[in-house]
């Protein structure tokens, strides 16, 4: 089950219901993306996740399976965890967009993102920005919380290599240093 912090899926048919949304256009939109604020030229029917890796080349947040199923693609909007595959570009226009980038922003990494180091919480590592998006919203709400929070905040993102034990084992160590 999906945290209850997960926003859901819009639903992209909801675009074409509309007759002046039946073709594709072009918007400037500005999101406020790790602390800067971009302006990008979109059609209507981009999702967030195009616009942060195609537009702006903040790979960080990976296309997994591009339908609200794994959570590669976990960023923070506004400080809730979203699969960005799912969120239609313009519906974050002007808000607050954190990818795994903007964890460290001059090349330090973050208490988290060493823990996820420290303790091999990631193997193939494709899925793991998006688990430490998911740590970083559940910490940044409960420094200290317990293996069903830990284990609830991240049952929307996927490892299919398994590494579940590490990735928790990283979650734990990154609340003992933040606590
Ligand atoms: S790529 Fe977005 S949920 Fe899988
Ligand atoms: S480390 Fe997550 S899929 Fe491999």
């Given at each position: 089950?999906?945290?209850?912090?997960?926003?859901?899926?819009?639903?992209?048919?909801?675009?074409?219901?509309?007759p002046?949304?039946?073709?594709?256009?072009?918007?400037?939109?500005?999101?406020?993306?790790?602390?800067?604020?971009?302006?990008?030229s979109?059609?209507?029917?981009?999702?967030?996740?195009?616009?942060?890796?195609?537009?702006?080349?903040?790979?960080?947040?990976?296309?997994?399976?591009?339908?609200?199923?794994?959570?590669?693609?976990?960023?923070?909007?506004?400080?809730?965890?979203?699969?960005?595959?799912?969120?239609?570009?313009?519906?974050?226009?002007?808000?607050?967009?954190?990818?795994?980038?903007?964890?460290?922003?001059?090349?330090?990494?973050?208490?988290l993102?060493?823990?996820?180091?420290?303790?091999?919480?990631?193997?193939?590592?494709?899925?793991?920005?998006?688990?430490?998006?998911?740590?970083?919203?559940?910490?940044?709400?409960n420094?200290d919380?317990?293996?069903?929070?830990?284990?609830?905040?991240?049952?929307?993102?996927?490892?299919?290599?398994?590494?579940?034990?590490?990735?928790?084992?990283?979650?734990?160590?990154?609340?003992?240093?933040?606590?």
């Open positions: 089950m999906a945290p209850v912090t997960r926003l859901l899926a819009p639903a992209i048919t909801l675009l074409y219901d509309s002046t949304m039946a073709t594709p256009h072009t918007t400037a939109i500005t999101l406020h993306v790790n602390g800067s604020e971009q302006t990008v979109i059609e209507h029917h981009w999702s967030l996740l195009n616009v942060l890796r195609d537009s702006l080349h903040l790979t960080g947040a990976k296309r997994g399976c591009d339908r609200g199923e794994c959570g590669s693609c976990t960023v923070l909007l506004d400080g809730a965890p979203v699969n960005a595959c799912q969120v239609l570009a313009i519906r974050a226009s002007g808000r607050n967009v954190l990818t795994v980038e903007g964890l460290a922003p001059a090349g330090q990494l973050s208490e993102q060493q823990a996820f180091l420290d303790e091999d919480g990631g193997q193939c590592g494709f899925c793991t920005p998006g688990f430490v998006m998911s740590a970083r919203a559940l910490l940044d709400a420094p919380p317990s293996e069903a929070e830990i284990r609830e905040a991240l049952s929307g993102n996927l490892c299919r290599c398994n590494a579940y034990g590490r990735i928790l084992a990283s979650v734990r160590a990154a609340a003992r240093r933040l606590v």
